[in-house]
């Protein structure tokens, strides 16, 4: 062990109690702030007996969410998953098909795929975003693409390409606006997995806004939280009522009747989740600000140190959401998870590689380069909004 190496993290650790006011305090990676109109929203919802699938939350959510993604419909949902495994059924994702993602990402992104019978292929990251590489697609494509008159196909596996899922990893925007270029090229729809990154800008349009379709998570380790719950948001009128029908059973309308003409869904957000998401959307600047302040904090900390803190790409405003530093090599790496840990400073690695998974070790995958480079020095560091900061 490297004693220098040692002297850093003990230093890292003073500087993350500091700013945490917290001498001896576990500090979580992320934990929730309650600020605003939280406990008047919820005991609302008890009080007008409101508290299930319907009522005036979900709407107002849903009126929120259009206004702050920029987009024509929002959909509120029980959890980003669902809402991803929507959104690619939406744009036409069948059994056997297969949509064009990344391997480093949460294990959602790839379920939601297998849950509509498709077959992830997993292609590199980009260094710079950590989400995935307009290259890479490109690169595949050129490969393995084959415009047909429905759509693309892959023309080794004969299998339809039906999407493309990019995700914006921590809240830092991915390359959007060359992946929806090379994809519309293909005429491979794109679904943006912004579960992460609710209130990130890529030239100043919110991501999730640029793919056919885009989905939020709103649960409790995210910027805001409506306990657990989602967002479906589309530009296309069409697909926005096609996903409300979905996510609610797939019930045509009728005073009294039951009648489902599709396999629907249950995957409605309570009213309860929806009254705590909007009084946590009222506050959804004051959390961006706040964020912004502590990743100022940790900048400053981390300038000229080995530990390297990612900030925010030129033309892009991240939401700061998880923070995190690039270690010098997988050792450093190691020493710094044990050492924070140990002193109960919570710091995460980035996720396993999916197609490490047993359920994902048959799927495709390119080389992975940056993706492999990433996974062995990316740690994620305390990112909650400081307690400190709760009163003004
Ligand atoms: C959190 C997350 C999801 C899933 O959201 P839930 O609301 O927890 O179901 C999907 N993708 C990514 C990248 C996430 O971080």
């Given at each position: 062990m490297n004693s220098l190496d040692n002297k850093k993290n003990s230093n890292t650790i003073k500087f993350i109690r500091d700013i945490y006011s917290s001498m001896d305090d576990f500090i979580p990676l992320h934990e929730p702030r309650f600020v605003g109109n939280e406990k008047k929203y919820l005991l609302d919802t008890i009080d007008s007996t409101?508290?299930?699938?319907?009522g005036a939350y979900v709407d107002k959510f849903e009126e929120m969410m259009q206004e702050i993604s920029q987009t024509k419909k929002a959909i509120a949902v029980v959890n980003g998953t669902s809402g991803i495994q929507v959104a690619l059924r939406l744009v036409g994702v069948n059994i056997g098909d297969e949509v064009l993602t990344q391997a480093?990402?949460?294990?959602a992104t790839a379920n939601a795929i297998a849950y509509n019978g498709g077959k992830p292929v997993f292609l590199d990251v980009d260094l710079d975003t950590m989400g995935l590489s307009p290259n890479a697609v490109q690169n595949f494509l050129e490969e393995y693409g084959e415009r047909r008159e429905d759509g693309c196909y892959?023309?080794?596996?004969?299998?339809?390409?039906?999407a493309c899922l990019p995700m914006h990893t921590f809240g830092f925007p991915v390359n959007i606006d060359e992946l929806v270029k090379i994809c519309n090229n293909w005429e491979i729809p794109v679904v943006e997995d912004a579960a992460e990154s609710l209130g990130s800008e890529y030239k100043g349009q919110p991501t999730?806004?640029?793919?056919e379709v885009g989905v939020f998570s709103f649960n409790?380790?995210?910027?805001?939280?409506?306990?657990g719950g989602g967002a479906i948001v589309t530009n296309n009128p069409a697909l926005g009522i096609k996903a409300k029908y979905l996510t609610t059973t797939a019930k045509q309308p009728h005073a009294y009747e039951y009648v489902h003409d599709e396999l629907g869904y249950n995957y409605r957000m309570p009213n309860l989740n929806a009254a705590l998401a909007c009084a946590q959307l009222e506050k959804l600047n004051w959390f961006l600000e706040k964020k912004r302040e502590l990743a100022k904090k940790y900048e400053e900390f981390f300038k000229g140190a080995d530990a390297k803190f990612r900030t925010e790409l030129p033309q892009t405003n991240a939401n700061y959401w998880l923070m995190c530093v690039e270690l010098e090599s997988r050792n450093a790496r190691d020493l710094f998870l044990k050492e924070t840990n140990e002193a109960k400073v919570m710091t995460r690695p980035i996720w396993?590689?999916?197609?490490?998974l047993p359920m994902y070790q048959d799927c495709f995958k390119d080389e992975q380069v940056n993706a492999r480079f990433l996974v062995d020095r990316i740690v994620n560091i305390p990112s909650s909004v400081l307690n400190t900061n709760i009163l003004n």
């Open positions: 409101f508290v299930s699938s319907v480093l990402t949460f294990v892959n023309k080794k596996t004969g299998n339809k390409i039906a999730g806004s640029f793919g409790g380790n995210k910027i805001v939280t409506s306990g396993e590689l999916m197609y490490k």
